[in-house]
């Protein structure tokens, strides 16, 4: 009965009309308030629906069922893969669709519906892993910036391989807290690739060059990478490293020569077989058999054998506390050990690693100076803080009024207090009395966060007792009474009295507020917040000795 009404209603109707009857239709069948067989014609009706020819009538539907998970599975199916302006109604909100249908979508739609796919907020790893296989730069952006989606690191790696230059898909997927640290590592791999080449084609350095400095660029962010990774991103990130073919031996040998010990130890393991453990126990004897197997076994070059086992001797003394050596001095030290070793070997073997060495020396060299350099700034900035804050007011007025001729312009008038604020000079030089700039005292909240509060002074107990004490009520009920008894002619005369001129009244001036100085507010804010037994004591203390004397 409701199909044939609604088809009788709806068949010479206008576009309008069609679609306001679309969509209460649909919110009706919703609602669960129809009957089982009112509900299935309905539906029947809305299916039917799906072959009108305009797109108000369709998008009218989709925006009723888009946030239903109610809706009718093959109506909001159908939907899905109407025109791109409908389909991302229920492609980015219904709960009714499932991840073989949002995979279907973005396999076969266009960037707007795959934006759509990317936008929902409950996207699985499937889902987002498709749209890393397919998507565009558009898409793949909403998808970072998508916080609700879950984003496998094989779909990270794979929208950095295929869209990775882009600065607005870099800049959204940085900013994820679950980035996983093998697509930072890429990141910055295609970031360091992209300013080589970028000074290669500037004819800025040579491809050799180019090329070198890329890889010192990756090496670095690698071990970068692996101070903040812990334990299980730092294996994450070796073992990544040599899927990748950038697990090398130089790589070690820079992660050794820099301090990064524990990823020395998980690549070694890594390489090796053994047990990180072991390596570590192997690394504090590189003398020994034990560690030239290890370093034969993780397939390193012969060649730097004596390199390693010069650094990892000074590194251990340190360890042990011989040498007194720590951070990049102890690093120029474990440098200059390897290169000692490397001198008896033959030149023409051995240019290769002397050159890496000597820029290992000259970077451990200005990290040194960096950090002296920081800590000699700091310690001036401290001095100069601490030479400010011990200034007496004159000389501190002095420096600022330095400052402001060095820099700023001065004021056409400068008032200064008197001694003691008992005068004021202007700029004519005539003595002041009465208008004086006085600073006014700082807040004692804003100024000293340790303030006692105006209810915790002293005095301030007493006299919240004496306002609230039952003597002073009964004072004023006895008043009351007395007023109360008195004859209507005494009132009168008492009230003719009040209205006659009362006498003028002493003149009140403000009292003359003293120049605020840092140890009188300091004394009165230390006074403020001693208990009253502290300071009644000492007075009644001096009583006697003041008798007696």
Known sequence: MILRQFLTLTQH???????????????????????????????????????????????????????????????????????????????????????????????????????????????????????????????LTALAKNPRAAIGTAAFLRMVERHGTDADLRQALLARHDLSIEAR?????????QLSQLGQDSGWISSARGARVAREAREAAALALSDEAGETGLARLVAHLRVQEQLTAGLILRAILSLRLPFAEVALAELSGLSRARVAGLMFEPRGAGFCALHRRAGLPALLLPAIQAALAVWGESAHGRNGMSGPRLARSMIEAALTACETMPFAEARGLLALLARFEAEAARDEARLFAQAQIEAHARDEAARQLALPQAEFVDAAMAEDAAGRPLPDVIILSGPDGEGSVDGAGREVAEEKAVPALPDAAAAWPLAPRPQDRIGAPVAAMASAAPEVRVVHEATEAVLAGLSDALMASFLAARTEPAAPAPEVRPERRISARPHVIAAAVAAAMMPDHLIVRPRDERAPQSLAA
Request: aromatic share 2%; net charge negative.
């Open 13 to 139: 109707a206008s576009v309008e009309r069609r679609a306001e009857a679309a969509g209460a239709l649909t919110r009706a069948y919703l609602d669960g308030s129809l009957g089982p067989d009112a509900a299935w014609e309905a539906k029947t009706a809305l299916l039917a629906l799906l072959d009108d020819p305009d797109l108000a009538v369709r998008r009218a539907m989709a925006e009723a069922a888009a946030d239903s998970d109610v809706a009718p599975r093959p109506l909001v199916v159908a939907l899905a893969s109407d025109h791109p302006n409908i389909a991302c109604l229920v492609l980015a909100r219904s709960p009714v669709l499932m991840d073989a249908d949002l995979v279907d979508c973005a396999a076969v739609g266009c960037e707007g519906v795959r934006a759509a796919v990317a936008s929902r907020g409950d996207l699985s790893k499937p889902v987002a892993a498709a749209l890393a296989e397919v998507a565009g730069v558009p898409s």
């Open 185 to 193: 590592h890429a990141l910055v791999t295609l970031a360091a690739e």
